[in-house]
């Protein structure tokens, strides 16, 4: 199995920026994509961007541009640089790792919030 800790949430003004961090830890080589996911109050949770083993990513069209998925295997860190941050990004994000078998694992979240 596989541990993820998201950190790097916060309050953020309008246009601002912020770095979400997911750290992983335990079977980090059965990993095959791992992505961030974002659930606002009262929706259902959509994939926000993800990585590949191999590096390719893939966005959700609402952040392109605005968003960069990215990854240090040395750290087994996967980040998210969040940029020109809008209030419709206000969600809790979350960290998740897909293994070569399916298996899926989840972090905790962390809350985004932008002010207007």
């Known amino acids: 199995q596989v541990q993820l800790v998201e950190s790097g949430g916060g309050l953020v003004q309008c246009g601002g920026s912020l770095r979400l961090s997911c750290v992983a830890s335990?079977?980090?080589?059965?990993?095959?994509?791992t992505g961030w996911y974002r659930q606002a109050p009262g929706k259902q949770r959509e994939l926000v961007a993800n990585?590949?083993?191999?590096?390719?990513?893939n966005y959700a069209g609402s952040v392109e541009g605005r968003f960069t998925i990215s990854r240090d295997n040395a750290k087994n860190t996967v980040y998210l640089q969040m940029n020109n941050l809008k209030p419709e990004d206000r969600a809790v994000y979350y960290c998740?790792?897909?293994?070569?078998?399916?298996?899926?694992?989840w972090g905790q979240g962390t809350q985004v919030t932008v002010s207007s």
């Open positions: 990585i590949t083993r191999v590096g390719s990513t």
């Open positions: 998740s790792a897909n293994f070569f078998n399916l298996r899926r694992y």
């Open positions: 335990g079977s980090v080589f059965a990993i095959h994509t």
